[in-house]
């Protein structure tokens, strides 16, 4: 009887059990199936988990447009949206309006708002492509290389506009121009969030129009973005995914009936003909920089230089317990506007770290845990420091931002209002070996065919006699979804038609 085709798939996250789904349902049994994951759990970058009784989101959170999303469709089919069992994080406190307070306990109206939010949604649907925006000619004129330096550009030529302003009164040592500034800065701070780029200066302006939305709402799953997970697991047979499985090596092109090699930290290997590599980005680019490499022989020069210029950056989610000093509905959803790291008129006990951070909210409406996002360096320092350091930083910040106005910003003074929190929960992505990170994003230098570069299968000669050695998924392998996990659904899809195609079955 002749052998079948033996296709391993490297990570069981969004990208590989979309692909083990995908084969092995559409296959009838004519390969020889395995997923092997480093962890010990499935899911990669979606990982559901729960603090104090509330169902969190440690990686993946949203559903990014509802239509013709397939996380959206999914989640429908499986009644996943709505049918929580327990309180989860639905974020619907973000439709009420937050308020936005200013350090020294400055809270901001519209009026000093709006004007600068305006801005800055427009400056951005202009870079992501919207040709009638009245930006167009200024980006002609003045050229940009990155989105930072097209947004401060856009700011400058704001002020320009609004030279005949008058003075800014009551909002103690704040001039107009430094708090315009610091509310411009606290959109960039959440648009880092959204990109994983620590700076803004080193995300592509040119790259950014190819990105591409759902339209409709985002929403967050009721029961958990690891059920999209779990459902995509539940057809195969329980020996298919092998946990606890940490690869070492990929040897490729091997002269032998199966022409790929897998070895395994504990010194077992396995051979196939066919491997899925679905690792993060953050991983093949240590694995291209470490000797030895993760491949053997090394991924040729085209497709190390695309995992080379690619940016991949560091988001992490800090959950906080409300003290119960305070009922839930006494802390409002919180925009935050600081004083610059380096500035004399700083609240000097308010970390840097926390400067660059824009938001504090409920994870749903009255809930007594709240949730902030970091990016870049205050990301990874999240990731350093002790529980009781960021509960003391986070209390000092709130308290002060929600006393009253005071005329010595740095003063330690406070009239009144003191919040606390008693435990927290943070995730720790870019640390973790595993993932060395959270998402893709096009760093100036590289562009959008660096994706497309990433998707390309080894070896590339079409005719080679033992081809598709090593195919590659994930959302750093996507050219307009990077960064999602419908980008990562579409890449596993993707690779998983290419071997039914080779092997003559339909794929779709």
Request: with cysteine; glycine share 6%.
């Given at each position: 009887m002749a052998k079948k085709p033996k296709i391993v798939i490297i990570g069981a996250g969004m990208a590989g059990l979309t692909a083990a789904n995908k084969l092995y349902t559409s296959s009838n049994d004519l390969f020889e199936l395995f997923v092997v994951e480093g962890g010990t759990r499935i899911g990669g970058r979606i990982n559901t988990s729960e603090f104090y009784g509330d169902r969190v989101e440690m990686g993946a959170t949203w559903i990014h447009g509802i239509k013709g999303s397939p996380v959206h469709q999914i989640a429908q089919q499986i009644n996943a949206l709505q049918g929580s069992d327990k309180p989860w994080e639905c974020m619907d406190g973000l439709l009420d309006e937050p308020k936005t307070i200013a350090e020294g306990g400055f809270e901001l109206?519209?009026?000093?708002?709006?004007?600068?939010?305006?801005?800055?949604?427009?400056?951005?649907?202009?870079?992501?492509?919207?040709?009638?925006?009245?930006?167009?000619?200024?980006?002609r004129r003045l050229g940009n290389k990155s989105i930072g330096s097209f947004l401060r550009k856009g700011l400058d030529v704001y002020w320009d506009s609004c030279k005949d302003h008058e003075e800014l009164k009551g909002y103690g040592k704040w001039s107009r121009e430094l708090l315009e500034e610091a509310i411009f800065a606290m959109y960039e701070n959440t648009q880092r969030t959204y990109t994983s780029a620590g700076d803004l200066f080193s995300l592509d302006y040119e790259a950014e129009s190819e990105y591409r939305m759902f339209p409709g709402e985002e929403i967050t799953i009721g029961n958990g973005y690891s059920s999209i997970i779990e459902y995509l697991a539940s057809v195969l047979p329980r020996d298919v995914i092998q946990l606890d499985r940490k690869v070492a090596k990929i040897e490729w092109d091997r002269c032998d009936s199966r022409p790929v090699k897998i070895h395994f930290l504990d010194g077992s290997f396995v051979l196939a003909d066919h491997v899925i590599v679905t690792v993060s980005l953050g991983v093949l680019k240590a694995g291209i920089c470490n000797d030895p490499g993760l491949f053997s022989p090394p991924l040729p020069s085209f497709k190390t230089d695309a995992i080379s210029r690619l940016g991949y950056g560091v988001v992490n989610k800090l959950f906080l317990r409300l003290n119960g000093n305070r009922k839930p509905e006494e802390l409002p959803s919180l925009q935050m506007v600081f004083h610059r790291s380096d500035s004399e008129l700083r609240h000097k006990k308010i970390p840097w770290w926390m400067r660059r951070t824009a938001t504090l909210s409920p994870i749903y409406n009255n809930a007594s845990v709240f949730l902030s996002w970091f990016a870049g360096k205050e990301a990874l320092e999240l990731e350093r420091l002790s529980n009781e350091e960021i509960i003391n930083a986070v209390t000092t910040t709130v308290s002060s931002l929600l006393s009253e106005p005071h005329n010595e910003i740095m003063s330690d003074s406070s009239n009144g209002f003191e919040v606390s929190f008693v435990d927290v929960l943070k995730s720790k992505w870019g640390s973790d070996p595993l993932f060395l990170g959270s998402y893709s994003y096009v760093a100036v230098g590289s562009c959008g065919a660096d994706f497309d570069t990433m998707a390309e299968p080894l070896p590339t000669d079409v005719y080679h006699h033992r081809p598709l050695q090593i195919l590659f998924a994930g959302e750093a392998t996507h050219r307009t979804h990077y960064s999602t996990t419908h980008g990562a659904y579409f890449s596993g899809i993707r690779e998983a038609n290419r071997l039914l195609q080779h092997y003559h079955c339909v794929g779709v």
């Open positions: 109206n519209g009026s000093m708002i709006e004007p600068i939010s305006t801005l800055f949604k427009n400056l951005m649907d202009f870079a992501q492509g919207n040709e009638a925006s009245k930006w167009c000619s200024m980006s």
